[in-house]
């Protein structure tokens, strides 16, 4: 399969992304370029960054699995939570934290309160990111096995090397214009997908017929205190807990002023929320073949999550699919590659430059 149509396509893209990083590499020349990126981004760029960083294997995959299990009831904390999460984030912090020209939020909590409590923090979210990495990793394996039929543990070695190869050569820059490109070519993966599957089941009218009841319900219906509270708690935990994301802080960081960091943001949850549903609706379009007799329902029972990669292999020609498997290993790169570096910010700006210095005060 290394040398299929398909093939070519993940080889070629997979080489795009390591040339971007030497590209990139010529244009950092300072720390203040390495870690927020010269404080100079664009709203387009820093909205693209946002979109794929948040876009990972659990929105396009997750949402997509969860969605034909119960409905787009199961799929409120992603997308649409965390869609709010970006909207909040642009409208009431990201310029007051961008105006203390910061170049990681740890050192906002060293402003607020010690450098202790800056160390905890951080010390906190370093496992997060390394553990929702080796998700994203897992996720690249798992599509390109599916998919094209690659080796399950060298699709994860390979994909592991180029994401660290991009983000070691150029850091923020290199993280947040590949997450650009990244983002147009997801967009373009779903935008082919998406017209053949309501193409495949006859049309918006069939889904219409074989919607099942409530899928489109979006409260809870006679679930009594804990239902509500479970949906609460959904919006919450989502749109809540993303405000002190150490990767929305690095983009609010590098936006080139004020306005752009909160539209950046804006823009992003905005566009995050729309094309959230296009999973949701990929699912319908799976419950609906299933139910005309189409496709057995007996894989997506073991695994609901390869509702995505059935239907990209079953409905999509050999370039199509290339492009496709492309946009999903840019879902998953996007993110992957936003956890590495916010690991690596963590790791070097904010714990190991802390106990550098702690150990020349002791010197002193």
């Not at 998406?194 to 219409?208: D, E, N, R, Y």
Request: charged share 10%; no cysteine.
């Amino acid at each position: 399969m290394i040398f299929s149509i398909e093939g070519i396509i993940i080889i070629t893209f997979l080489i795009g992304m390591v040339l971007m990083g030497f590209i990139i590499n010529k244009k950092v020349k300072d720390l203040d370029d390495y870690l927020v990126g010269g404080r100079n981004i664009p709203t387009w760029v820093i909205t693209g960054s946002l979109f794929a960083t948040f876009w990972g294997g659990g929105t396009i995959l997750g949402s997509a699995g969860a969605a034909y299990n119960g409905g787009i009831l199961e799929t409120i904390a992603d997308p649409f939570a965390a869609g709010l999460a970006l909207v909040l984030i642009g409208i009431f912090f990201v310029s007051p934290i961008r105006k203390l020209k910061l170049n990681s939020i740890s050192e906002l909590y060293t402003i607020r309160y010690n450098e202790k409590v800056s160390i905890f923090a951080s010390v906190l979210m370093l496992p997060t990111f390394i553990l929702w990495t080796a998700v994203q990793i897992i996720a690249i394996g798992k599509v390109l096995n599916i998919l094209l039929g690659f080796s399950y543990y060298y699709s994860i070695v390979i994909a592991t090397v180029v994401i660290i190869a991009y983000t070691y050569l150029g850091g923020l820059l290199a993280v947040v214009w590949t997450e650009t490109i990244q983002m147009f070519i997801i967009l373009l993966g779903l935008f082919i997908l998406l017209p053949k599957s309501i193409q495949a089941v006859g049309g918006f009218h069939v889904l219409a017929e074989y919607t099942p009841e409530g899928f489109w319900s979006f409260f809870p219906k006679n679930e009594g205190l804990i239902g509500w509270l479970t949906y609460i708690s959904a919006w919450a935990g989502m749109a809540l807990g993303n405000i002190p994301s150490p990767d929305i802080a690095q983009r609010a960081f590098s936006s080139k002023d004020d306005k752009t960091a909160k539209n950046g943001s804006i823009f992003a949850g905005l566009l995050y929320w729309i094309i959230g549903f296009i999973p949701i609706i990929l699912s319908l379009v799976t419950i609906t073949m299933v139910e005309k007799g189409a496709i057995s329902g007996e894989v997506f029972n073991k695994d609901s999550e390869l509702i995505i990669p059935y239907l990209a292999k079953m409905l999509l020609n050999p370039i199509g699919l290339g492009i496709f498997a492309g946009s999903l290993m840019a879902t998953v790169m996007s993110s992957a590659s936003s956890s590495i570096f916010a690991s690596a910010v963590i790791l070097s700006n904010d714990i190991y430059k802390y106990s550098v210095e702690s150990k020349g005060n002791i010197l002193d």
